[in-house]
């Protein structure tokens, strides 16, 4: 039986968006725990999310695993999924508050590493992990 969420494409060229997303959502989750204070709960906690130290271990987390599976190519869809959520409530979080004090120009300066992860997750979600892949190696998508 197949399943789309395993399926993948046999491009060759996948594994780059696998790579420079993986390695981003994996540097941007240890950063959570390593510096709470600036970038984990402290942050969330400025920004006014609730329960901020539950939310900064929470999605720091994910960032951790879900980059790991990115950079194997093992379930690649699937770990789109919470890294497209979290990308937009962090684009939704911080960055409109930027759009209405300075412009759409500051925001979109101050955005650009967000949408590029956002665009790169959207990406292999619809594509899957590529032919240098586990999801292509383990579920032969390659044939």
Known sequence: ???????????????LIRLMTGAVFLSEGIQKFLFADTLGAG??????????VFLGS??????????????LGLLTRFAAIPLIIIILVAILTT???ILAEKGFWAMLHESRTD??????????????????????????NGK
């Open 1 to 15: 039986m197949e399943y789309q969420i395993f399926k993948t494409d046999n491009s060759k060229t996948t594994i």
């Open 58 to 71: 929470f999605v720091g987390s994910f960032e951790i695993i879900c980059g790991i599976l990115f950079l």
């Open 43 to 52: 942050r969330f906690e400025k920004i006014g999310l609730p329960i901020p």
């Open 115 to 140: 949408w590029s992860m956002l665009l790169g997750s959207i990406f292999l979600l619809i594509k899957g992990g590529g032919l240098w892949s586990l999801d292509n190696s383990i579920f032969r």
């Open 95 to 97: 960055k409109t508050e």
